[in-house]
């Protein structure tokens, strides 16, 4: 199924670059200023997308410390029926750390038009380079 994928290696142990997203404050440096976030599995979060239009929110799937944190995705009054999935894992490489983020599930969101979706989220993760804020922030530490 289609998915949304963008990955970079950051020079840097996996605990390092944990601590940017194991806190609500923490995720607000790259992830979104406004984001609110109980971050244990079932928490809810909720926060202004970079289009600073789309509210997203969902609950926490995956809390996994220096692994991943997996959410359900929602763009709220977008006619979504039922929420994708963000996926952000962490894996360690030679040169430190290789993150990835994964958007998927579009073909369940209850649209028809869910293919769109998926080009504007591959629109979106380019113009938005979060992974990038995220770099910067870690080595920047």
């Known amino acids: ?11 840097a142990r996996a605990g390092a670059v944990w601590r940017w997203l194991a806190s609500q404050e923490a995720l607000r440096r790259w992830i979104s200023p406004n984001i609110d976030i109980d971050l244990r599995v079932g928490g809810a979060y909720r926060f202004l997308g970079p289009d600073n239009k789309t509210w997203v929110s969902g609950t926490v799937l995956e809390f996994e410390p220096e692994r991943s ?10 006619g979504w029926q039922q929420p994708a999935r963000l996926v952000i894992t962490l894996a360690p ?17 209850g649209r028809s038009d869910w293919l769109e979706t998926v080009q504007d ?3 979106g993760a380019d113009l938005h380079r979060v992974l ?10």
């Not at 998915?3 to 950051?10: G, K, M, N, Q």
């Open 1 to 11: 199924m289609p998915r949304v994928i963008r990955s970079i290696e950051i020079k």
């Open 69 to 78: 944190l997996i959410l359900s995705w929602l763009e709220e009054g977008s």
């Open 93 to 109: 490489i030679a040169a430190g750390t290789r993150v990835t983020l994964i958007h998927d599930g579009f073909e369940g969101i």
């Open 121 to 123: 989220y591959e629109r």
């Open 132 to 141: 990038d804020h995220l770099a910067d922030l870690v080595n920047a530490a």
